[in-house]
């Protein structure tokens, strides 16, 4: 089993930053490809970004070029860096490990 923790959602405003991470524990996610979601109330959860477990990394173009995926198998973590955010980004976001486990999500607002 694998749990997942996610943290570092919040409000900020347009054009700025945020950095979410996915803290790891229970089994190692090293050998799993880890992925963020985001979802809106009365939305499906819709896949933005993933990394597999040789640091290939994947993109929707909605957030390529502003969002970076990284991972740090050491600290057993996955990042998520948002840049130049726009209201659209709102959302709570969400880490899965190897298509079978999630964390509870972190709500991000991007508003002024």
């Known amino acids: 089993q694998v749990q997942l923790v996610e943290s570092g959602g919040g409000l900020v405003q347009p054009g700025g930053s945020l950095r979410l991470s996915c803290a790891a524990s229970?089994?190692?996610?090293?050998?799993?490809?880890m992925h963020w979601y985001r979802q809106n109330p009365g939305d499906q959860r819709r896949l933005i970004a993933h990394?597999?477990?040789?640091?290939?990394?994947v993109y929707k173009d909605s957030v390529k070029g502003r969002f970076t995926i990284s991972r740090d198998n050491a600290k057993q973590t996955v990042y998520l860096q948002m840049n130049s955010l726009k209201p659209e980004d709102t959302a709570v976001y969400y880490c899965?490990?190897?298509?079978?486990?999630w964390g509870q999500g972190t709500p991000v607002t991007v508003s002024s």
């Open positions: 899965q490990a190897g298509g079978a486990y």
């Open positions: 229970g089994k190692s996610i090293n050998n799993y490809t």
């Open positions: 990394i597999t477990p040789g640091g290939t990394t």
